[in-house]
């Protein structure tokens, strides 16, 4: 088990920004991926972004250039920046983690966060 604490999530309004932050508790594999989900009301879960052991990163078409994905090492702490909200972004956020780094692509990471709330008002 990897415990994944979520904070972060809240209401804002459109064009604003917002942080959120995944505490890893206990994680120690040499190769992993780790990501970030989002769920709309009414839509598929999708992935946002990836960040994988070697530092490479990917993300969804409609987060590049306003989303930032980055693992702060020594603390252990996974965070996405999302600035320019818009009302699109409204979603359950889910940080997720595997110690492989197809899982994160494919959807099926075997850890999850509690999931943190995003709701952006025009």
């Known amino acids: 088990q990897v415990p994944l604490v979520e904070s972060g999530g809240g209401s804002v309004q459109a064009g604003e920004s917002l942080r959120l932050s995944c505490a890893i508790i206990?994680?120690?594999?040499?190769?992993?991926?780790l990501a970030w989900f989002r769920q709309a009301p009414g839509k598929e879960r999708e992935v946002v972004a990836i960040?994988?052991?070697?530092?490479?990163?990917l993300y969804v078409e409609p987060a590049k250039g306003r989303f930032t994905i980055s693992l702060d090492n020594a603390k252990n702490i996974l965070y996405l920046q999302m600035n320019s909200l818009n009302p699109e972004d409204t979603a359950m956020y889910y940080c997720?983690?595997?110690?492989?780094?197809?899982?994160?692509?494919?959807?099926?990471?075997?850890?999850w966060g509690q999931g943190a709330q995003v709701t952006v008002s025009s």
């Open positions: 960040i994988y052991d070697d530092g490479d990163t």
């Open positions: 997720a983690a595997d110690p492989t780094y197809r899982a994160c692509y494919s959807g099926s990471p075997r850890y």
């Open positions: 206990e994680y120690s594999h040499d190769t992993y991926c």
